[in-house]
């Protein structure tokens, strides 16, 4: 089976501090990729970050890192320094093999609500 | 302006309505996708179409079509929409297997 599992539906922190949000996933394709993105309250969907299956080093992009542990299969997402903007939905998705064919399609986890406090 | 536009924003409609859902893009990407987000849930793939002549049902297309008029348009139609297809509509678009970037999203209310 392939999936994608945020175990956290909420989670809060102070202003300034980091954040760590958990991913975990389960697929047998050995060539996948992960991808976080950042929904606020206003809905549009922001894409944040990606790793691939094959990359050895662990995505960063500005605040945002993704500690990727293959043997365990997560890919959690780390936000320094978090700001109240930050405050948020973040979805954890992997692109994953679509049983017809070789097509790959984004597979989206639950979702992890994020409160900055001031 | 944004890479990803869809219309309309928000829709009210009723039961036994047909309505479509557009997006456009700019980005020249040739792939394009449908999802629907439901509260508590991530977004669920609709419809995938690779290029103008290819399109692809997703996870959840029972009660949805689509169209693929140009690289940079597909539309997303229900034909008879019911009360359970209220969600956020989402449209987006990659480059082959590349990032998918999202439009902004279109809330549908059925009554």
């Known amino acids: 089976a392939q999936k994608i599992t945020q175990t956290q539906p909420g989670m809060f922190v102070q202003e300034k501090e980091a954040v760590t949000l958990d991913c975990t996933y389960d697929t047998s394709d050995p060539s996948y990729g992960l991808f976080w993105y950042k929904q606020p309250s206003s809905g549009e969907m922001i894409f944040l970050i990606y790793q691939g299956s094959y990359d050895q080093q662990n995505a960063t992009e500005g605040r945002y890192s993704l500690n990727f542990q293959k043997a365990r299969k997560s890919a959690n997402l780390v936000i320094s320094a978090s700001q109240l903007g930050d405050s948020a939905m973040y979805f954890c998705a992997m692109r994953v093999v679509i049983s017809s064919g070789s097509a790959r399609q984004l597979t989206f986890g639950s979702g992890t609500q994020l409160t900055v406090l001031p | 302006d944004a890479d990803v536009t869809q219309t309309p924003r928000n829709r009210i409609t009723k039961t036994g309505k047909r309505i479509m859902l557009e997006c456009s893009q700019t980005k020249g990407h040739d792939r394009m996708y449908w999802y629907r987000q439901d509260p508590g849930l991530g977004l669920r793939l609709i419809y995938y179409s690779f290029d103008v002549k290819d399109i692809n049902k997703g996870e959840i297309s029972d009660g949805y079509s689509v169209s693929r008029q140009a690289q940079a348009k597909f539309s997303l139609s229900l034909e008879s929409a019911i009360p359970n297809q209220t969600a956020l509509y989402f449209c987006?678009?990659?480059?082959?297997?590349?990032?998918?970037?999202f439009g902004p999203g279109t809330r549908l209310l059925v009554l």
């Open positions: 987006a678009t990659s480059e082959g297997r590349s990032t998918q970037y």
